[in-house]
């Protein structure tokens, strides 16, 4: 490729805080034309300031967007609305579901006035059909009704959440999904489509490992901690490092007998207790303590070091400090330094989707409220100056 | 849309576990015709058997594909690969690090034979480059490296993970982004790619939150169990009900009103110490507190309906045996119910990725082991059946 792969696609993008946002970050760094439609007040996430702990999110997720401002409770807003949409190639929102419809701008009422449009849409639930799809939902509430909750923690423990906002990203990525799968359909069809995506769907396959575990065995299983739900592999679990934890999994008979030899015990192989998965599973405290009695004598790095040189599946438990510093992450080119207005220098993530042969565009910094408005209608729209003062002036932009 | 957007793709798929197989599953949904290439002994899940925690994901991620195996120890083997790689339009594999490279089938080597061809790698570092990109890595593990671990538990617990394997599920997700984007491209320029996809990186934006608080505070944070990472938001947790716990967040002003006329207490809402989301914060435990005493008095059904009748965002901690059965995911058809060899009835979800004026194929049940070797060798390479015996008796196939 010498070009990126959506160069040519523009996308008006309603999205808020992270799962449409990411949606048209990951557009735009494919290169698409994204514009970002906010209120006269800001998304929720800038309208939080740019020193808050939203700023970071907001700064990464809407690099690389023309930001313009349209105030949708103003009919002259609405008409824009309309109008772009028969100019663009994708919309995508994730108001709380019927938001769009009640002003208008509904799948339907936009198709209707420009079917190769793409409207994208993603909700808790899914906007389409079923008793929840009028349910507000978050990241939070979504890690609560998919089951993720009632098995993260330890088995004496509250349930618990994950602070990874999943449910909010692999929906964003889902998003994308089916807006460049519709995209290659209406190269050959000329017509668009409404994608429909649900949070609690995109969830759901996550738990594959906790819904066998629980079908194997037949009645719910207590939370587990770190280890496997059904206990049925071993080694795997956060082990003690002297400076911190690491985990270790070995999902076949070759890793265990791996790990054995790192730990120089290669006797241990074939002691009874431990010469398959299933008597390690059996015997998984005297393993655990085993593998912890090891790695509390060394640090991260050695434990890791050692276990990846003998094909074990080693990783360290990495602090958020230590993560935004990632020695191989910035070699990679996959977070870049930025100095933020409100934050200091910070890590910006550059989009995971990545072709050997195609660096991504170079991020540039989000733009201010606002500032492409003027730009985008006269662009779009044909706009005069004297039209763009009047819907100033009636807060319509 | 009249038919299903990836119609017509063809794709070799050597995905292991839960990140490739997930990618193929989606292509397969999208309409794309997907061969699963396994081993002689079957992929690492279906080789645990069919009453196994293992089988519930290996029957769901590899419905609707045709499944061959090859031997790909045997040069006869990689052979037919090479050929297959000129008739296909997408490979998929996440094998560990330079596994294909070492037997000769790389993207370099293969995409000299095919310029047309995508190929698609997930790895849980990048293949590409940077100091990490021969390490295994899986979902535990790269829950460990990405910082995930360090913030999820309680302040005075260990590190956890999430039972959610959601760094290999956003991978593969991300793995279908990069194929399609591809193929989009592809149909402009002719010309086919390499996709890098690492799991590190796509875990990472998952953490906005998380890296936020710690930029926005200047210090490294504890972890904060279900609450928010920099204690911004309340209410914003888990909180208990009479039969469980439901999730509840206030994000906006109007959600705290919204909230404190769902228990009939609207005073609270003009109370000093919880008038605006500062005061909140500062007064997290009372504000919990209260709404604990509310929650308690309830069952989560009666607490998440109240919620969401007054725009208040709450969810129920759904068990997994809840999940899946829940109502709302079988009326959107995103559960469809099974007979399964090993376990018996059993919820299949159907793709994340929905429009809304098509349905998905029928889940049709996953293949035996080599099911379909002869009809896709003939039919690709028109091989004889003398010449399939052969293949058969070097163990080749």
Same mark, same amino acid.
């Given at each position: ?115 190769? *449009?793409?409207? &994208?849409? %993603? ?7 079923? /008793? $929840?799809?009028? +349910?507000?939902?978050? @990241? ?80 719910? *299983?207590?939370? &587990?901690? %770190? ?7 071993? /080694? $795997?679990?956060? +082990?003690?490092?002297? @400076? ?154």
């Amino acid at each position: 490729m010498n070009k990126q792969p959506l160069d040519g696609v523009t996308v008006l993008d309603f999205g808020q805080v992270y799962n449409g946002p990411y949606c048209g970050f990951l557009l735009a760094q494919s290169g698409a034309r994204v514009i970002k439609v906010e209120s006269l007040q800001g998304e929720t996430l800038r309208a939080r300031g740019d020193s808050s702990p939203a700023s970071y999110p907001f700064a990464n997720l809407n690099t690389n967007k023309e930001c313009i401002t349209l105030n949708i409770k103003k009919q002259d807003a609405r008409e824009i609305i309309k109008k772009l949409a028969t100019k663009v190639d994708v919309l995508i929102q994730n108001f709380a579901p019927g938001t769009m419809e009640k002003f208008g701008l509904g799948p339907e009422q936009l198709r209707k006035l420009n079917p190769r *449009l793409i409207y &994208a849409m %993603s909700t808790g639930y899914g906007a389409s059909d079923g /008793p $929840y799809k009028d +349910y507000l939902g978050m @990241d939070l509430t979504l890690q609560a009704m998919s089951g993720t909750m009632s098995v993260t923690g330890e088995e004496d423990g509250p349930p618990l959440k994950t602070p990874a906002a999943f449910a909010d990203f692999i929906a964003g990525t889902h998003l994308y999904s089916g807006i460049v799968s519709a995209l290659y359909a209406r190269a050959q069809t000329g017509e668009g489509t409404a994608i429909d995506i649900s949070m609690q769907d995109c969830v759901f396959p996550t738990l594959a490992t906790a819904i066998g575990s629980y079908y194997f065995k037949g009645e719910p *299983l207590p939370r &587990a901690g %770190s280890r496997h739900p059904a206990k049925a592999l071993s /080694p $795997y679990n956060v +082990y003690e490092a002297q @400076d911190g934890h690491v985990a270790i999994i070995c999902i076949r008979e070759g890793h265990w007998r791996n790990f054995c030899a790192a730990i120089d015990q290669p006797e241990l192989a074939d002691n009874p207790d431990f010469k398959n998965m299933q008597t390690r599973s059996k015997n998984i405290d005297k393993v655990d303590d085993l593998v912890n009695a090891w790695t509390k004598q060394y640090s991260r790095q050695e434990i890791t070091s050692r276990c990846q040189q003998h094909g074990v599946i080693c990783a360290p438990v990495q602090t958020i400090p230590e993560t935004v510093e990632d020695p191989h992450m910035i070699a990679r080119g996959s977070l870049q330094k930025f100095d933020h207005s409100g934050l200091g220098e910070i890590s910006l993530f550059q989009t995971p989707i990545r072709f050997t042969n195609l660096e991504p565009p170079t991020i540039k910094p989000v733009e201010q409220l606002g500032q492409s408005t003027q730009k985008v209608l006269r662009e779009f729209l044909e706009l005069t100056e004297d039209e763009l003062m009047s819907l100033r002036k009636t807060e319509a932009i």
